[in-house]
């Protein structure tokens, strides 16, 4: 399948561009998905939330981003010329949906906001990665990875920044002027990235076919292997991002910026690893990459609930910060490795729309947890959960080395 009408000089020139431009908008994107946790324990006190209310708060911002990905993936397939026109509309959700988490005065009127946080992820991620997917079938890892380490970036700095910001002024102020970077990024994508994407011939697939590409595509044991590992690292991922805040600022007694210092040390060194771990994936195959680093994974979590306030849990989070966000890129690599050129952004939906509904219940059950054993229990309950994912992978087969490009459509 041709992917452009331009000579092969100009595509590799686009390719570099297209490769930078949406790696940094990743980077903003992350921007956005790091405000939630960094304003729990502010939104918390604010509004007298409990523990189980918490949890279910971000049980909520996951469900609704479920429904989403899959007629956003399909979105990106059918109409690719206007992929850049799905990148602008998912900044300008960001916006909107910070603005009315902004102006909620009770647990009740948040719950709508909180909703609508997902649906700027849901928007950008399977346009982004089926974009990149198609364009580096050979890198496919290494390519997914760089648009990754643009996400470390921005969970680095935006904490950081985030966490002084909340120093001089409330949050709901904060959240209120994330309305104006998000129509910026959304004018940027949209005449940025729109000439690239209109030069693309138009591949759109027959209903049918990409149904039928869509079934195969679960009927894989490495699709349903790879669901059940996204399952349980995401469900032990949003009870850290849940309760860690409130174990550093709570428990803890550190400030905003203090917890802001410790929660961009957890995505730090992602910005290290991501490259790594995508080139390793490539050259050695996914499970190579896929079962040490879900052992230490779920061993780092278990150390979290043990280590002691100073040099143990810095050298602790930081550890973690190698996994926490760079295996998505080499799992979503693993089930795009077999996928056909019809779904490659649906891909994400047709996975997440299963991982997402079954993931819910994971901070409600660690807000159980919290209430009842402690904060700490939290961090046993998503070691468990990501011991569990390395065991899976342990036992299912997946090929050494799947073909570096997406079958081809008939």
Same mark, same amino acid.
């Given at each position: 399948m041709a992917e452009t009408r331009e000579p092969g000089s100009l595509q590799k020139a686009n390719g570099a561009v297209l490769l930078g431009a949406l790696s940094s908008g990743h980077a903003a994107v992350h921007w956005y998905q790091q405000i939630w946790p960094l304003i729990i324990p502010a939104i918390k006190a604010s509004l007298g939330l409990t523990d189980m209310q918490l949890g279910a708060l971000t049980s909520v911002k996951q469900f609704s981003t479920s429904p989403l990905m899959l007629p956003s993936g399909m979105l990106a397939d059918f109409f690719r010329k206007r992929t850049a026109i799905i990148l602008a509309v998912a900044f300008l959700f960001f916006g909107i949906s910070h603005l009315l988490v902004a102006l909620a005065p009770t647990f009740l009127w948040i719950i709508p906001g909180v909703a609508l946080l997902g649906v700027g992820t849901a928007l950008w991620h399977p346009a982004a990665i089926g974009s990149l997917s198609l364009r580096f079938p050979e890198r496919r890892g290494s390519a997914l990875s760089a648009h990754g380490v643009g996400a470390s970036i921005g969970d680095t700095i935006a904490p950081i920044a985030i966490g002084f910001l909340l120093l001089t002024m409330t949050w709901q102020r904060f959240l209120e002027l994330q309305m104006i970077p998000a129509i910026l990024l959304a004018l940027l994508f949209w005449k940025g990235l729109g000439p690239m994407y209109r030069n693309l011939e138009e591949s759109r697939p027959s209903l049918g076919a990409f149904w039928g590409d869509a079934i195969n595509l679960l009927k894989n044991h490495v699709t349903l292997a790879i669901i059940g590992v996204n399952v349980l690292t995401s469900m032990a991922r949003l009870s850290i991002m849940t309760f860690l805040p409130i174990y550093i600022q709570d428990d803890l007694a550190y400030s905003a910026l203090g917890l802001g210092f410790y929660w961009g040390l957890l995505h730090a060194m992602g910005a290290v690893s991501q490259p790594a771990m995508g080139y390793l994936s490539d050259k050695f195959g996914r499970k190579a990459v896929l079962l040490p680093s879900l052992v230490l994974f779920g061993v780092l979590y278990l150390a979290l609930a043990a280590a002691a306030p100073g040099v143990q849990l810095i +050298?602790?989070?930081?550890? /973690?910060? +190698?996994?926490?966000? $760079?295996?998505?890129?080499? !799992?979503? $690599? !693993?089930?795009?490795?077999?996928?056909? !050129?019809?779904? *490659? $952004? %649906?891909? /994400?939906?047709?996975?997440?729309?299963? %991982? *997402?509904?079954? !993931?819910?219940p994971g901070p409600l059950i660690a807000g159980y947890l919290v209430t009842n054993y402690g904060t700490e229990s939290s961090f046993i309950f998503a070691g468990v959960l990501t011991l569990a994912a390395a065991l899976l992978v342990a036992v299912v087969p997946i090929p050494k080395s799947l073909a570096p490009k997406p079958k081809t459509d008939d």
């Open positions: +050298l602790v989070v930081g550890a /973690l910060g +190698l996994f926490f966000y $760079a295996l998505v890129n080499v !799992t979503h $690599a !693993t089930v795009m490795d077999v996928a056909s !050129t019809k779904v *490659q $952004a %649906s891909t /994400l939906g047709i996975v997440g729309i299963f %991982s *997402q509904f079954l !993931t819910v």
